[in-house]
């Protein structure tokens, strides 16, 4: 089955660009959704279809998709960032949705 | 607005089965596909099962096929979950979405606020 790779943390001083990758074999021919999760919270859609954002998010918040790596890059990082985020794709080939393990993102 | 609140949560024993609910408000639920996806106490979300929009689609997780089953009754606006043979990893806070996208299944856009399964073993 189709498998998305996270890193488990990243940190991020305010002000600066955090980038969070999500790996999947040839990744780039999928397409990749992002969610925000805060601690009891239902997760939040921040990115769909690799690029898009929902109303209501940020232009901080951007994504991309290219070879076996699509990244989430929020910009300009707030303290009210601070969260996990998780990359989700459907597999066509299993008819599974896949989600990454997901990423806590640290506010220094 | 959108609602999605689901219910039926609990403490059951290993073996035993229990029966979850996600009731839909706020949106025409019969034109939606709709998911199952569940997290572990500490861990990250695991996809369990996805609906069709008329019911006639179903799809599962490995871990979950063959003991649960999801159903749903367009006409009470209701999703559900019925959970046989419960293990001890199954423990978790079960949440209900919408799925949207512009063709095939997507992303979610919208969560409920989960219900919480405990199986004791």
């Known amino acids: 089955s189709y498998v998305l790779t996270q890193p488990p943390s990243v940190s991020v001083a305010p002000g600066k660009t955090a980038r969070i990758s999500c790996g999947g074999n040839?990744?780039?021919?999928?397409?990749v959704h992002w969610y925000q999760q805060k601690p009891g919270q239902a997760p939040l859609l921040v990115i769909y279809y690799d690029i898009d954002r929902p109303s209501g998010i940020p232009e901080r918040f951007s994504g991309s998709n290219s070879g076996n790596t699509a990244t989430l890059t929020i910009s300009r990082v707030e303290a009210g960032d601070e969260a996990d985020y998780y990359c989700?794709?459907?597999?066509?080939?299993?008819?599974?949705?896949?989600f990454g393990g997901g990423t806590k993102l640290t506010v220094l | 607005q959108v609602q999605l609140v689901e219910s039926g949560g609990g403490v059951v024993e290993a073996g035993r089965s229990l029966r979850l609910s996600c009731a839909a408000s706020?949106?025409?639920?019969?034109?939606?596909?709709m998911h199952w996806v569940r997290q572990a106490p500490g861990e990250g979300l695991e996809w369990v099962a996805l609906?069709?929009?008329?019911?006639?689609?179903?799809c599962y997780a490995d871990s979950v096929k063959g003991r649960f089953t999801i159903s749903r009754d367009n006409s009470k606006n209701t999703l559900y979950l019925q959970m046989n043979s419960l293990r001890a990893e199954d423990t978790a806070l079960y949440y209900c979405a919408r799925d949207w996208g512009r063709d095939g299944y997507n992303y979610s856009d919208y969560w409920g606020q989960g219900t919480l399964v405990t199986v004791s073993s």
């Open positions: 040839n990744i780039a021919s999928k397409s």
């Open positions: 989700q794709v459907w597999d066509s080939s299993s008819d599974h949705r896949v």
């Open positions: 706020g949106f025409t639920f019969s034109s939606y596909a």
């Open positions: 609906i069709s929009d008329d019911g006639s689609d179903k």
